[in-house]
């Protein structure tokens, strides 16, 4: 069974402050997504990268996906409040079709004003 | 454009009931999927569709039944509601175009057996 596991589960952290939370798996993937969910709404897709090795930036958030396309990471910038919410990842392994894209349990970060 | 809309919004069901969580779309997206989020154990695939007619199991299909007979419209049907089912459900859809499947979801159906 192919598992993405996030880390941490939980982070708090006072407005202003730089994090990074992280999606790691054993297996590679064709593609990975990282989407933000706030409170009683659906996930909403942040970015998708493809190629290993990859950096995509918006605005202060920095995603980087591993040269082996097993992992991949997002970097936040002196973080706002605006950034509370969950983030999950998502993989589609090789070949794979909708049915098989993987999601991370979601890393909950709450940011203090 | 809308993107996906579900409703209901919140639901109350008591053991054993049957009902029909309702998900549509106006992007005209092939791909259509069911999700639930329960604490803890992240999002799981329910039920997909990669257009009309044509339906498929995910994860966790147990106890649910789909069908899709527009490219629109793909509705989840709970046959006989357990406490097992209370959770947050979600309808995605996606482009068919592409190679890595970017979901795009609804608001989501809060549903509480009891």
């Known amino acids: 069974t192919q598992l993405l596991e996030q880390s941490p589960q939980f982070l708090s952290i006072q407005e202003g402050e730089n994090l990074t939370v992280y999606c790691n798996s054993s297996s590679v993937f064709s593609s990975l997504q990282w989407y933000r969910q706030e409170p009683g709404e659906g996930p909403v897709l942040l970015v998708t990268?493809?190629?290993?090795?990859e950096v995509k930036k918006l605005k202060r958030l920095t995603f980087q996906f591993g040269d082996a396309r097993k992992d991949s990471s997002l970097h936040i910038t002196a973080a706002q409040p605006g950034d509370t919410g969950l983030y999950l990842c998502?993989?589609?392994?090789?070949?794979?079709?909708?049915?098989?894209?993987?999601f991370g349990k979601g890393t909950k970060l709450s940011v203090k004003p | 454009n809308a993107g996906v809309t579900q409703t209901p919004k919140f639901q109350v069901l008591k053991t054993g009931q049957s009902m029909t969580l309702q998900c549509a779309q106006d992007m005209n997206h092939e791909y259509m999927s069911w999700y639930r989020q329960d604490p803890g154990m992240g999002l799981r695939l329910i039920h997909y569709s990669v257009g009309a007619g044509i339906t498929d199991q995910g994860e966790v299909p147990n106890g649910y039944n789909v069908s899709r007979s527009t490219t629109e419209d793909f509705p989840l049907r709970l046959l006989s509601a357990a406490p097992s089912q209370t959770s947050v459900y979600f309808c995605?859809?996606?482009?068919?175009?592409?190679?890595?499947?970017?979901?795009?979801f609804g608001p989501g159906t809060r549903l509480t057996v009891t």
């Open positions: 995605a859809s996606s482009y068919s175009g592409g190679t890595s499947y970017e979901q795009y």
């Open positions: 990268v493809v190629t290993g090795g």
């Open positions: 998502a993989g589609l392994p090789y070949g794979g079709s909708q049915g098989n894209l993987i």
